[in-house]
T-cell receptor, first 112, second 114 residues
Framework: QKEVEQNSGPLSVPEGAIASLNCTYSDRGSQSFFWYRQYSGKSPELIMFIYSNGDKEDGRFTAQLNKASQYVSLLIRDSQPSDSATYLCAVIRNSGNTPLVFGKGTRLSVIA | DAGVIQSPRHEVTEMGQEVTLRCKPISGHNSLFWYRQTMMRGLELLIYFNNNVPIDDSGMPEDRFSAKMPNASFSTLKIQPSEPRDSAVYFC????????????FGPGTRLTVL
C-alpha cells in the first residue's frame, strides 16, 4: 500500500457543485494533515490543515479527518472554474523514513 | 514581502555535469525544505533543515545529491554527476518554525538533464 493515496482524476464537476477529494494514508500514527492546491506550472500553496478528527471549515472549503479509517477529505462547495487545479494531500508521519509525504494529487476540473 | 526565491528557474545540462540549485527562504523562517516533483513519483521531500542544521535527509535519492545551508538566508542543492533521471522540478519551501507549519514554496527550478 502506498503511504498516501489519492485518485489521480481528473475529477470533473459542474460549476456550483460540490467537489469531493479523498486521501487515504497508511501510517496509523500520523498526526498532521494538509491539503495543498497546485495550478499547472506553479508551486503548491496551502489550502487547509487539520489535526483532529471531524470537520474543519474555511470559507468554501471543508477538511474532514477520520483517523480510525485513515482517511482525510477536502470538500469544495460552490465550485468555480478557478478551483481547477491539482490538489495534493500531505501527511506528517510518526514512523518510517521521510517525515512528510505527499500524495500524487487529484486533478480537479470545474466545468463552466 | 518577498517569498521564497529560487534560482535558476530553468536549467538544461548534459549528463555528467554538476548542477547547483539555490534557494533563499523567507526572512525569519527557521526551516527549509527541498522537494523534487515528477509525474511518476509526485512531490517528494528530499531533505529539510531547521536552524541551518539538516534534520532529515532520508529522501535524498543517492550520494550524488547533497544539500547545504551555510546560513539562515541561503541553501544549495547540488547534483554531481547529473543523470537524465534527475530531470524534474525542484522546489524549495520554508516554514516559520517546524515541519508542521505552513510550507511556503518557491517557484521551482525546472531541471532537464540531456
Amino acid at each position: 500500500q502506498k503511504e498516501v493515496e489519492q485518485n489521480s482524476g481528473p475529477l470533473s464537476v459542474p460549476e456550483g457543485a460540490i467537489a469531493s477529494l479523498n486521501c487515504t494514508y497508511s501510517d496509523r500514527g500520523s498526526q498532521s494533515f494538509f491539503w495543498y492546491r497546485q495550478y499547472s506550472g506553479k508551486s503548491p500553496e496551502l489550502i487547509m490543515f487539520i489535526y483532529s478528527n471531524g470537520d474543519k471549515e474555511d470559507g468554501r472549503f471543508t477538511a474532514q479527518l477520520n483517523k480510525a479509517s485513515q482517511y482525510v477529505s477536502l470538500l469544495i462547495r460552490d465550485s468555480q472554474p478557478s478551483d481547477s487545479a491539482t490538489y495534493l494531500c500531505a501527511v506528517i508521519r510518526n514512523s518510517g523514513n521521510t517525515p512528510l509525504v505527499f500524495g500524487k494529487g487529484t486533478r480537479l476540473s470545474v466545468i463552466a | 514581502d518577498a517569498g521564497v526565491i529560487q534560482s535558476p528557474r530553468h536549467e538544461v545540462t548534459e549528463m555528467g555535469q554538476e548542477v547547483t540549485l539555490r534557494c533563499k527562504p523567507i526572512s525569519g523562517h527557521n526551516s527549509l525544505f527541498w522537494y523534487r516533483q515528477t509525474m511518476m513519483r509526485g512531490l517528494e521531500l528530499l531533505i529539510y533543515f531547521n536552524n541551518n542544521v539538516p534534520i532529515d535527509d532520508s529522501g535524498m535519492p543517492e550520494d550524488r545529491f547533497s544539500a547545504k545551508m551555510p546560513n539562515a538566508s541561503f541553501s544549495t542543492l547540488k547534483i554531481q554527476p547529473s543523470e537524465p533521471r534527475d530531470s524534474a522540478v525542484y522546489f524549495c519551501a520554508s516554514t516559520a518554525q517546524s515541519i508542521t507549519d505552513t510550507q511556503y514554496f518557491g517557484p521551482g527550478t525546472r531541471l532537464t538533464v540531456l
